[in-house]
Nanobody, 124 residues
Framework: QVQLVESGGGMVQAGGSRRLSCVAT????????MGWFRQAPGKEREFVAL????????AYTDSVKGRFTISRDNAKNTVSLQMNSLNTEDTAVYYC?????????????????WGQGTQVTVSS
């Protein structure tokens, strides 16, 4: 049974930083593309960042480029999202997702496994 468990959410002031982590179990982690998505109140879940199985390729949505960094540790079955220079528009529930494919995708429907989400609230 595949499980993705996120941690690291919480409240932070605008301009601050937060690091999210996601531990995956029940899968061969190094064969999965991993992604982070987020969903703000009243909005659809949107792509934030992804990382290839090897960690050699990453991609970000435009609004977080230069502020967020995705990384992975295949030895620990963990993917992380370092978030810097946070602003109120980053407030959302952040989800970790796994895609069993060597190819990369930003489409949420192409990720088969999801965590339960972790809330990040940025105050002004």
């Amino acid at each position: 049974q595949v499980q993705l468990v996120e941690s690291g959410g919480g409240m932070v002031q605008a301009g601050g930083s937060r690091r999210l982590s996601c531990v995956a179990t029940g899968l061969i982690f190094s064969t999965y593309t991993m992604g982070w998505f987020r969903q703000a109140p009243g909005k659809e879940r949107e792509f934030v960042a992804l990382i290839s199985w090897s960690g050699g390729t990453t991609a970000y949505t435009d609004s977080v480029k230069g502020r967020f960094t995705i990384s992975r540790d295949n030895a620990k079955n963990t993917v992380s999202l370092q978030m810097n220079s946070l602003n109120t528009e980053d407030t959302a529930v952040y989800y970790c997702a796994a895609r069993k494919s060597w190819t990369l995708s930003r489409k949420r429907d192409e990720y088969g496994y999801w965590g339960q989400g972790t809330q990040v609230t940025v105050s002004s």
